[in-house]
């Protein structure tokens, strides 16, 4: 894809980033308690956390789109290859969130799983922030595209 995205995909992108920002807000804060962190920190260092992943999954949910879009060569996108956009996004967003949650939590250190979280072998992968990227990214940009076909109000015009 070469050039400036056109209106409806810069709308349709804008709407599905502000979206996966609210949901995985409201995510993070419903599996913190999954993490050993929940129980070991003070609410404030917990919702920093909270906050910290969130803008996280902003980024990895720009990175994923934006790589989607190149690699589907999604000139016309949303109204045209919407499909395979939304599946590479989703897988892109998938495999990032294993490799960071592998590094972070078996080889670095940086968190760790409370024993109730559920683990997804061979790499032993949270199952929540899995079904995080395999959940959101396609049900947001179904609902992003159908609001941005929605007609905005004119500047200056009557409800």
Do not use: K
């Not at 995205?5 to 949901?23: E, I, N, V």
């Not at 589907?72 to 109204?79: H, I, L, T």
Request: hydrophobic share 55%.
């Amino acid at each position: 894809m070469t050039g400036v995205l056109h209106a409806a995909a810069r709308r349709t992108a804008g709407l599905y980033l502000a979206l996966l920002l609210g949901a995985n807000l409201a995510w993070e804060a419903a599996h913190v308690r999954l993490y050993t962190l929940w129980a070991e920190a003070p609410p404030r260092e917990v919702w920093r956390a909270v906050l910290h992943c969130t803008a996280g999954d902003g980024v990895l949910g720009a990175a994923a789109l934006g790589a989607a879009l190149l690699l589907a060569r999604a000139r016309g996108w949303p109204a045209r290859r919407f499909a395979p956009v939304t599946i590479l996004a989703t897988l892109l967003g998938v495999a990032a969130t294993v490799a960071i949650e592998w590094l972070a939590v078996e080889v670095r250190g940086r968190w760790a799983y409370a024993p109730a979280m559920p683990r997804v072998p061979p790499l032993e992968t949270g199952l929540t922030p899995l079904l995080q990227w395999i959940v959101l990214p396609p049900l947001l940009l179904l609902a992003a595209r159908r609001l941005a076909a929605r007609p905005t109000p004119s500047a200056g015009g009557t409800r």
